[in-house]
Structures are given as C-alpha cells and as structure tokens.
Nanobody
Framework: QVLLEESGGGLVQAGGSLRVSCEAS????????MGWFRQAPGKERELVARDSGGTAIYADSVKGRFTISRDNAKNSVSLQMDSLKPEDTAVYYCHAFIIPRMGSTQASYWGLGTRVDVSS
C-alpha cells in the first residue's frame, strides 16, 4: 500500500506565499513522477505542476509564481507558491505515478488534499 501525505496550506492574503509538501510512504520501488493538482469549488481538478525525472511542467496560470521541487531521497515533493491570488484558492492534491514493486506496472496515487485559501 502506498500513502501520500500532504502538509502545509492554510489561509494567506493575496500577494503572500505558502508552501505545501507531500511525502510518499509504503511499498515503493520507484516514483516516475510527482506533482500537484488543485480543485476549486465548482470546477474540475486541474494539473498545477509536475516533476517527472527532473523535468517540471506548470499550468500557464501559475508559471513564474509557483515552483515545484522533489527530494528523491525522501520520496517527497513540495510546491512553493508565491504571489498568490484569490483564484489560487482550492484544495491542492498531491499526485504520484509509482511503481510499488519490482516488475509491477506504475499506478496512480492521490493524497487526501490540503486546502489553500487566498483572501483578497
């Protein structure tokens, strides 16, 4: 079993910064990618940022403001969010493509989410 546990998030004023982090634990042979999605009220879940083998991709809406970083030794990923805007308000979900055991195929795993609220 694989678990993704998020931390961080909270309430911040527009223009401020927050950092969310996620650590994967359990049966892990390899992690192919880790990243963050978000879901705002009434909207679909969307990709925010992903690190795959050291290559990072970002949603256009967060480019230049958010930075994703991975610590492979700790099976963790963090998202530094700067210059936050009210439209960044959402539940942020950690996501990973993980190979749980040698010889198995990769599977998709999700954290439970952490809330980020940006006030205007």
């Amino acid at each position: 079993q694989v678990l993704l546990e998020e931390s961080g998030g909270g309430l911040v004023q527009a223009g401020g910064s927050l950092r969310v982090s996620c650590e994967a634990s359990g049966s892990i042979f390899a992690i192919n990618a880790m990243g963050w999605f978000r879901q705002a009220p009434g909207k679909e879940r969307e990709l925010v940022a992903r690190d795959s083998g050291g290559t990072a991709i970002y949603a256009d809406s967060v480019k230049g403001r958010f930075t994703i970083s991975r610590d492979n030794a700790k099976n963790s990923v963090s998202l530094q969010m700067d210059s936050l805007k009210p439209e960044d308000t959402a539940v942020y979900y950690c996501h990973a493509f993980i190979i749980p055991r040698m010889g198995s195929t990769q599977a998709s795993y999700w954290g439970l989410g952490t809330r980020v609220d940006v006030s205007s």
